[in-house]
Nanobody, 121 residues
Framework: QVQLVESGGGLVQAGGSLRLSCAASGRAVNRYTMAWFRQTARRFVAAINWSGNSTTYSDSVKGRFTISRDNAKNTVYLQMNSLKPEDTAVYFC?????????????????WGQGTQVTVSS
């Protein structure tokens, strides 16, 4: 089991940027696909594979958000640029033991508590 803690959320004006972090403990995450979801409905945002050389994004964030990972630090990041009011949500970090870019939340076995992102217009 992996314990995940998200941080970096906050209030930002439209057009601004935030970087979310997801710190893992309990197990090394270098053999977990990591992903970000948002809202209580766990809508897919972005995912990154074990090695970090493959990523995928939802159409709504493509070109504005970047997911990355530092396996040495057991941390995954989500750089969010050009933020829009519709990006306002609670953002969750998820971990999947499969080396596959799953976009479905049910494929992720471990979750953090979430961090609130609010974008004002």
């Amino acid at each position: 089991q992996v314990q995940l803690v998200e941080s970096g959320g906050g209030l930002v004006q439209a057009g601004g940027s935030l970087r979310l972090s997801c710190a893992a403990s309990g197990r090394a995450v270098n053999r977990y696909t990591m992903a970000w979801f948002r809202q209580t409905a766990r809508r897919f945002v972005a995912a990154i594979n074990w090695s970090g050389n493959s990523t995928t994004y939802s159409d709504s964030v493509k070109g504005r958000f970047t997911i990355s990972r530092d396996n040495a630090k057991n941390t995954v990041y989500l750089q969010m640029n050009s933020l829009k009011p519709e990006d306002t949500a609670v953002y969750f970090c998820g971990a999947s033991p499969e080396d596959f870019l799953n976009i479905w939340p049910e494929e992720y076995t471990d979750w953090g508590q979430g961090t609130q992102v609010t974008v004002s217009s």
